[in-house]
Nanobody, 118 residues
């Protein structure tokens, strides 16, 4: 299983970016999709479950939106009103099963850099 992020880059404060993530490989089902960031510590950003429940870190609530297509194995993070403190490497993760009736594991992408200039 591989996860690949795209869409990072450099943006001015107040600007917007959209990050995407796609999973490939042998996947039976996906239970949840998440975004984390690291700079330098690791921080939860947002998660979306297969039942449609979303959760956001307080620091991004109202500015970031997570969405996903569980059948297509893709997810997106739309980031608006970006701030310099949002600068980090962003990682997508999915809790998925490679075989039915197994607990599943967390899988992560390599990350994509987001830099917000002041």
């Amino acid at each position: 299983v591989q996860l690949a992020e795209s869409g990072g880059g450099l943006v001015e404060a107040g600007g917007s970016l959209s990050l995407s993530c796609a999973a490939s490989g042998k996947i039976s089902s996906i239970a949840s999709m998440s975004w984390y960031r690291q700079a330098p510590g690791r921080e939860f950003v947002a998660t979306l479950t297969s039942t449609g429940i979303t959760k956001y870190a307080e620091s991004v609530k109202g500015r970031f939106t997570i969405s996903g297509d569980f059948a297509a194995r893709t997810m997106t993070l739309i980031m608006n009103n970006l701030k310099p403190e949002d600068t980090a490497r962003y990682y997508c993760g999915m809790h998925l099963r490679t075989r039915a009736f197994t607990p599943g594991d967390n899988h992560w992408g390599q990350g994509t850099q987001v830099t917000v200039s002041s």
